[in-house]
């Protein structure tokens, strides 16, 4: 019985860890999303002052070209995390499967204990 208790306090354990890794996630693509936004802004500004938009030209801003590396690599990073949340959410729900079979064998447990 003991055993049973200590497997599903595991198994919760194992569900509110992942759902904070998940909302970790979460938070780190929405954080790259408002970083990309803010650098979008500040090529369109750089583009604006210098009147070249061309990325091609050779008196493109370099500002404005190791500002868009950067927007490039933030969406890498987000669609990284994209695959890393969507894995993330599988195991979850594999663990709150298994978080339910673990309660539902100690409530039968705790059900025969008691008719006992």
Do not use: C, W
């Not at 599988?90 to 204990?113: N, V």
Request: hydrophobic share 40%.
């Amino acid at each position: 019985m003991k055993a049973r208790n200590s497997l599903l306090r595991l198994k919760a354990f194992q569900v509110k860890e992942k759902k904070r890794q998940l909302q970790q996630l979460q938070l780190m693509m929405d954080e790259f999303a408002r970083m990309s936004g803010e650098l979008m802004q500040q090529i369109a500004a750089e583009e604006k002052k210098s009147g070249i938009t061309d990325p091609g030209h050779f008196a493109y801003s370099t500002f404005a070209k190791s500002a868009r590396q950067r927007a490039d690599n933030l969406a890498v990073s987000v669609a990284d995390l994209r695959e890393q949340r969507d894995k993330a959410e599988a195991e979850l729900a594999e663990m709150e499967m298994d978080y339910e079979r673990a309660a539902a064998l100690e409530e039968r447990d705790a059900a025969g204990r008691k008719r006992a």
